[in-house]
């Protein structure tokens, strides 16, 4: 079985079909690995440039746009929207919510790893900016959408003290060392990625940079011993500055976690 659901981005026909897991061009033949999902939003104050991003041009079959007005809208939207296999391309991290909340209901137990150079982990009571784009990672915690044993953030070095005392109390793992914990016992596995984590220096312009993080090769590397140890069921890729220029290496990185 298989129908209609995307652009293919070779031949520009509309003619990709969902085939199990991934996307086939019944015009050129080509295949592909999961479907785009574009969300041009960014939830706080001057996130311009994010929006933009999420209309760069990846070689993945564009199987929706969600567009709404309101986060709790966009969530639902971006749930019941999901391919088998999402490419996510944001906005802000909160791209990441609904992509979750739809994949968590697909299965047992999803762990989500995050790589951020910050938290995501404010409330709207701890946050010292009130853009809500510091607070996603924490909004699937306290939902119980994700627990925190099966939850990790890696590249984080700008926390805020409250940040720092939910990481404490909560168990959530962080770092390298805390992937192989977040995925043991579970199922599947999204990838959370914020390209803030990497070094500016490195070949990835960031909306937010922040020095002394990995670089391209490392990220890479953790996307290919993640992709080993589970099922990697989706990507996400926010934080990103809106120049082709950073195209090649995010489809590094989504041909490194297997989409």
Known sequence: MSRLRARCPDCRTLTAVALDDGYECH???????????????????????????????????ETAVIDEDRLADQNLALAAALPDRPLVLGGCCCSHIGAVEGLAARHDRLAVVWFDAHGDLNTPETSPSGNVWGMPFRMLLDSGTVRAEDAVLVGARALDPPE????????????DEGIT??????????VALDV???????????????????????VETALERIRASTQVVGLGLTGVAGVPANVPPLVRFAQAAGL
């Open 27 to 61: 015009s050129c033949g080509r295949a592909f690995a999961a479907g785009l999902v574009r969300v041009p939003a960014a939830w706080g104050e001057g996130g311009e440039a994010m929006v933009e991003a999420a209309a760069l041009e990846l070689p993945y079959p």
């Open 164 to 175: 720092e005392v939910f990481i404490a109390e909560s168990g959530l793992h962080t770092g």
């Open 181 to 190: 914990a977040a995925l043991a016992g579970a199922d599947a596995v999204y």
């Open 196 to 218: 803030d984590v990497l070094d500016p220096d490195d070949s990835v312009i960031p909306f937010m940079p922040e020095p002394g993080g990995p670089s391209v090769a490392d």
